[in-house]
Nanobody, 122 residues
Framework: QVQLVESGGGLVQAGGSLRLSCAAS????????IGWFRQAPGKERELVAA????????YYADSVKGRFTISSGDAKNTVYLQMNSLKPEDTAVYYC???????????????WGQGTQVTVSS
């Protein structure tokens, strides 16, 4: 079992930055790839960024490329999402999720955090 806890959400003005953290505990985190999803009201949950457990490969949705950066901590039990140049359309609940596989679909990920709200004001 893997437990995931997100933190770092909040309210920020457009153009600002936030860094989200996803802390993992429970069984070994190694060999689990991590994704950051977001879900805005009335919209489907979408993957915005993902990283392999080794940190060797990453994925970014087109909507966040060049603005968001996913990275893993030295101990590899924490994954970060640095969000720069935030836009009002980035407003959503952000979730981290873990999978032994790799992919963009929600169903690929078996472990989820509780989510953290990010609100970007115009």
């Amino acid at each position: 079992q893997v437990q995931l806890v997100e933190s770092g959400g909040g309210l920020v003005q457009a153009g600002g930055s936030l860094r989200l953290s996803c802390a993992a505990s429970g069984r070994t985190f190694s060999n689990y790839n991590i994704g950051w999803f977001r879900q805005a009201p009335g919209k489907e949950r979408e993957l915005v960024a993902a990283i392999t457990w080794s940190g060797g490969s990453t994925y970014y949705a087109d909507s966040v490329k060049g603005r968001f950066t996913i990275s893993s901590g030295d101990a590899k039990n924490t994954v970060y999402l640095q969000m720069n140049s935030l836009k009002p359309e980035d407003t959503a609940v952000y979730y981290c999720a873990a999978t032994p596989g790799w992919g963009t679909l929600v169903d690929v990920y078996g472990y989820w955090g509780q989510g953290t709200q990010v609100t970007v004001s115009s």
